[in-house]
């Protein structure tokens, strides 16, 4: 029998899980992810049961030599939750959620979305901020950062993570807090999945039962831009921000005369009193006579737009953190977007600050709580002579807005080089890292993640 095979039958004789192989009808559907264009065949995808299973996993990942990716959402942009002839360990069915609401803390299995999340938290009036997108997972998220509407009022997710269960590279099952494992708990924050596999987060729950805000969509000229960017900087903490410069998508709610037409489709949310957050939103309003004005009390999940399950974009992308969009820099957006026919192209523009910039640095693995604003480009395309044209596009598009800042948010990075995985973690923060990566995974088995080698360097 083939190592594979004999791994495979091995799992399926320990498991509580299920194990899923190239033969089995659901594995296409197994192996999808919510990009398109990520074509990787691994031996087996198991779908673990329970923290035993985890940890098993890793144990016979370990032993076999076999690559171990690990699945949590499902959102990576680099596909790093597919492994092309290995294991992957695939979070999904650890869905379990137990809140506190007197004591206001949640504990998550790792496999949950944003959404889920969010609404059952939701019901009882409470919230931790994950991202903008319902279907993207907790575990991917979480140990990256977090970056949503709640960020300026409450800090990134890892700002409201209380403790971690991790399955670590030895197959050990640890918590990790700010008492116990310390060093392993400060990595988590921001270091991604380099460090183990969380079967369960623990984070804290705010009270929020009710924000004021959703979708307003403004023209965009450069003035409305440069308008919004210093509205939203301006703004109370309450109020968090994400503001796509893109042409406006054929929605319903959208005149159909400006289908097409280069807007501010912005999404915001005032986490505090309706009043008060009333008052926050009337400087966005009166830039301009709005194309769509959807801001409205609501209750928290409801900012969370609905979703086609079976949307798998192919896109280019690049990630940057800039320290101003003035209106300089907004008639560059504008003109770079004009400048290419690609239908979906986007400048995504969120203003940072608050609570997030009130933790200290070196707090977390997360290095840049002094940047001002994040800047997400992409663009859409179909056919591959069309990815070597956006390719370029957005690489001079990004170089055309650089101020500076070589810093990126790891979350956000497509397929990188260590080079461009140190411009997540810069100085001190990656040689952090790479020490409690020596101390929990020196064999570097999860390496299918932007990757942290254990001597802080490839060899
Ligand atoms: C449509 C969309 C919207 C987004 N919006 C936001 C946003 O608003 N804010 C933001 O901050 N980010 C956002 N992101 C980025 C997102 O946070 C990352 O893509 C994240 O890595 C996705 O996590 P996942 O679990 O869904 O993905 P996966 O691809 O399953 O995992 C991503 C990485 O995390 C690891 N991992 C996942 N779960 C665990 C776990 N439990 N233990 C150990 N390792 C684990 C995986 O091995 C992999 O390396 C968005 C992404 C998409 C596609």
Redesign the pocket.
Known sequence: MSVEREVVSELRAALNGRVIVPEDQDYERART???GGIDRRPQAIVRVADPGDVAHVISLARQSGLEL?????????A???LSDGGIVLD?RELQSLQIDPERRTAWAG??LTAGAYTQAAGELGLATG????G???????T??????YLVRRFGL?IDQLLAAEVATADGQLLRADAETNPDLFWALRGG??NF????RFQFRLHEVPSVVGGMLILPATPAIIAGFMAAAEAAPDELST?ANVMPAPPMPMVPAEQHGQLVVFAMLVYAGEVDAGERALAPFRKLATPIVDMLRPMAYPEIFAPEEGEYHPTAVARTMLVDRIDLGVAEEVVDRLESSEAPVRVAQLRVLGGAMARVPAEATAYAHRASRIMVNLAAFYESPAEQVEREAWVSDFAASLQQGDPGV?V??LGEASEAQVRRAYPGSTWDRLAAVKRRYDPTNLFR???NIPPAGTET
């Open positions: 992810t919510f990009y990716a690990v699945r949590g959402g499902g959102h990576s942009f596909g790093h939750s979070l790792g496999g994950f991202g903008d997108t279907s993207v997972g907790i575990g991917g998220l140990l990256g950062g977090g970056v949503g997710t991604g999945g183990g596999v969380v079967t994400i948010y979350n956000f299918v993640n932007h």
